[in-house]
């Protein structure tokens, strides 16, 4: 078997094609979605993120605003910040970028956010929502995986999902959102006895562990979907968490690194401030 790559690039690039429509609807009933973006201090990574998740929004039409702010503001000026745009009837969605500099409370900053502007989904309150199935914003990379998994034509109801990694950002949502659609979902995480037995029970494996080709090909049960979240930054370029050769030859198909989870996050931020914008509006 050779697995079918899947295209997260494609994809992404496809919802904000239909994005860019949905926000021109808007505009006709003159709502313009609005996202404010918080970079504090000169993380590099951080830096190139904000860049690209700003540029997308110019390509579907969103209104992004960037707030830079020095290492140095103190935690009461960036909560006032979040007050401020919490208040701001112009913006609909809010994205602190993380991690925020030393010294700073990054979990008070998190929860200082309207939960009704939390487009990055890490409020407790939405990750409450997610967690008893209520309506809310998932976190972007682990919503993204779910509508690639959607658009792929993955099913998912009754099939094994193993989930490596328990981040609150990554590993844990995804799990949720798996049982949410009727998986049976196992964690593992850096204590777990034996991973690779772990992996090779799932039909739809979900690698989110930041360590470069840890899934080897003898790993993957024969037609598993196998998605890496991994990014790893290495001489040879970025890496996945997956042996990508080796797994294709077992899976039934595999998103590649880059062009594949990484696409479909930054779309479902679109996505969910779009939404936001549409629930202020009384549209949704
Ligand atoms: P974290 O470092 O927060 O979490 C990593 C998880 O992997 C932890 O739960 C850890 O276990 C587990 N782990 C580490 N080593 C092992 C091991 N040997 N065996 C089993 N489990 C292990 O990372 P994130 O969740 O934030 O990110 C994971 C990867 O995904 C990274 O490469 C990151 O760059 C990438 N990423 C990609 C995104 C995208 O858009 N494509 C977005 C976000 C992240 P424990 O809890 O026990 O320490």
Redesign the pocket.
Known sequence: MHAARIDGKGTAAQMRKELQTEVQALESEGVTPGLAVVLVGENAASQVYVRMKQKACREVGIYSKEHRLSESITQVELLDLVDALNADPDIHGILVQLPLPGGLDEQEVLCRIDPDKDVDGFHPINVGRLSVGAPGYAPC?PA?IMELLRRTGVEIEGKKAVV????N???KPTAMLLLGEHATVEI?????RD?AAACRTADILVA????PE?VRGDWIKPGAVVID????RTDAGLIG?VAYEEAAAHASAITPVPG???PM?IAMLLSNTVHAAKRTAGLV
């Open positions: 990379t993204g490596l990694g328990r981040s950002i990554v590993g593992c995480h850096s204590r777990t991973v989110a562990v930041g360590r840890m979240v991994g990014i790893n968490d594949g989870v990484g996050t």
